[in-house]
């Protein structure tokens, strides 16, 4: 399937987004330029950060707990810069997220909480890069297709939540995956490019060279916006339900 342009009119009809990633700084390496957007035009974003990416240090020595601490600090700050009104830790251990009925659950239990009208999560059946994409991010794109449809949507499923907690089941409408690598639809982020590099620039532990990420970010959105037209983009794999 060729990738067609999204219509900038498209993102008005989105009042509450739901991003769903693995680590602090997935979402600004793969969708913050399309979430600055998504602010732009009105919408509601939260982020729900899966683990606190504690084992995201090169130095032995380092306590995850502390590298933990630093990384939910930084992805408080790059929420800051892009706008994103709430972001939520579930606690997961980093590299450990499996696919199991308490993480699903947890899935489910914000997207009833937040009620969106479109979610933004990894590809977990093709991935970008192929063969080597992180296993966090294949499984959380695998368990938070499954929270979308059909768990969140059905009251049977985690029934303690509306008994307990007053969630309501929540159908979400559609989802647009990310680091995938048979996109369907592309969103131009020239304007909202230098945004998007602040917002991952707020990860001062995952950054060593600033200049050279700059570089490929850069080039990653002009490869993605070259097929359309444009001079930087964004590319997603659109689903409904």
């Known amino acids: 399937m060729s990738e067609a342009l999204l219509n900038p009119e498209t993102f008005k009809t989105y009042q509450r987004c739901l991003v769903l990633v693995a680590h602090p700084d997935d979402a600004e390496s793969w969708c913050a330029g399309t979430v600055a957007r998504l602010i732009d035009a009105g919408a509601c974003v939260t982020y729900v950060v899966c683990t606190a990416g504690e084992k995201g240090s090169a130095d032995p020595q380092a306590r995850p707990e502390e590298v933990a601490k630093r990384r939910e600090?930084?992805?408080?700050?790059?929420?800051?810069?892009?706008?994103?009104?709430?972001?939520?830790?579930?606690?997961?251990?980093?590299?450990?997220?499996?696919?199991?009925?308490?993480?699903?659950?947890?899935?489910?239990?914000?997207?009833?909480?937040?009620?969106p009208d479109l979610c933004l999560t990894f590809d977990p059946i093709y991935p970008r890069p192929l063969y080597t994409a992180h296993r966090d991010h294949r499984v959380?794109?695998?368990?938070?297709?499954?929270?979308?449809?059909?768990?969140?949507?059905?009251?049977h499923q985690y029934p303690e939540q509306l008994r307990e907690e007053g969630l309501q089941p929540h159908i979400t409408p559609e989802a647009?995956?990310?680091?995938?690598?048979?996109?369907?639809?592309?969103?131009?982020?020239?304007?909202?490019?230098?945004?998007?590099?602040?917002?991952?620039?707020?990860?001062?532990?995952?950054?060593?060279?600033?200049?050279?990420?700059?570089?490929?970010?850069?080039?990653?959105?002009?490869?993605?916006?070259?097929?359309?037209?444009?001079?930087?983009?964004?590319?997603?794999?659109?689903?409904?339900f």
């Open 73 to 115: 600090a930084e992805q408080r700050e790059a929420c800051r810069r892009l706008g994103v009104a709430e972001v939520v830790f579930l606690g997961y251990p980093d590299g450990g997220l499996e696919d199991t009925a308490a993480l699903r659950g947890d899935l489910v239990r914000q997207i009833r909480r937040f009620q």
């Open 140 to 155: 959380l794109g695998r368990v938070a297709l499954d929270a979308l449809y059909p768990f969140a949507r059905d009251a």
């Open 176 to 240: 647009w995956l990310f680091a995938s690598s048979q996109p369907d639809v592309v969103v131009d982020i020239g304007a909202a490019f230098a945004r998007k590099l602040a917002a991952r620039l707020a990860h001062l532990s995952q950054t060593g060279d600033a200049a050279a990420l700059e570089q490929a970010f850069r080039q990653r959105g002009e490869e993605v916006g070259r097929a359309v037209g444009v001079a930087l983009a964004e590319a997603f794999k659109r689903i409904f």
